[in-house]
């Protein structure tokens, strides 16, 4: 079985402009989370989707972040325009139940505003 | 809101020796408690969960964990560490809010270095 896959796996953009974090989730998991680390703090959630629709967007820092899950598969997360302090390591998880399922993590793409 | 406590940053074990690393709890309602790896360049593993049932709970790799509710902990152990044990170890709650592990909270992380 493949795993969470994440893409990509490192981004260096100069603030203002945009970038667009993908992730994979494995297949058949209806549950996919955002999550990200900022260097020194701990793993922030950012928001959940149940197939395509958000469950939970309580984590998003701002309105310049976006993300979307159209046909519940894969999912974007846009970050337009970047600041230097959504710095940081952006994780995906998926997971097939809610309800006592483990989350499968994907590796991050680190990102860095310069 | 839950909140999760790991209260060393760093620690360093000298291989072969045993390993215990803390984390505390905050949450109004029976957690489900989970422990997991980042090895370097690698995403987040499962090491072990607790829902309910047995406080102590064994996980991958030889590690185990006991849920104190007296004392809001759920501290991670393993009797004997390996070189390949270094890395760092994050201590998470999910809300019960019938959809079990929604939206994790997790702890700052604890780094675990090996001495030979």
């Known amino acids: 079985e493949a795993g969470v896959t994440q893409f990509p796996s490192h981004s260096v953009i100069e603030k203002g402009q945009t970038v667009t974090l993908r992730c994979d989730p494995i297949s058949g998991h209806d549950n996919l989370y955002w999550y990200r680390r900022v260097m020194g703090k701990e793993i922030k959630f950012l928001l959940h989707?149940?197939?395509?629709?958000?469950?939970?967007e309580s984590g998003m820092p701002n309105n310049r972040f976006l993300a979307e899950r159209t046909g519940g598969t894969y999912s974007t997360l846009k970050v337009q325009p970047a600041e230097l302090e959504d710095s940081g390591v952006y994780f995906c998880?998926?997971?097939?139940?809610?309800?006592?399922?483990?989350?499968?993590f994907g590796n991050g793409t680190r990102l860095t505003v310069t | 809101a839950q909140s999760v406590t790991q209260p060393d940053i760093h620690i360093t074990v000298s291989e072969g020796a045993s390993l215990e690393l803390r984390c505390n709890y905050s949450?109004?309602?029976?957690?489900?408690l989970f422990w997991y790896v980042q090895s370097p360049g690698q995403g987040l593993q499962l090491l072990l969960k607790y829902f309910s049932g047995d406080t102590l709970v064994q996980g991958i790799k030889g590690f185990e964990a006991e849920f104190k509710r007296s004392q809001s902990s759920f501290n991670l152990r393993k009797p004997s560490v390996h070189w390949s044990d270094a890395a760092e170890y994050f201590c998470?709650?999910?809300?019960?809010?019938?959809?079990?592990?929604?939206?994790?909270?997790f702890g700052k992380g604890t780094h675990l270095i090996i001495q030979p």
């Open positions: 998880a998926s997971s097939q139940y809610r309800v006592r399922s483990p989350l499968h």
């Open positions: 989707f149940v197939k395509e629709s958000k469950q939970d």
């Open positions: 998470a709650v999910g809300a019960v809010r019938g959809g079990g592990a929604d939206g994790l909270t």
């Open positions: 949450y109004g309602a029976t957690p489900y």
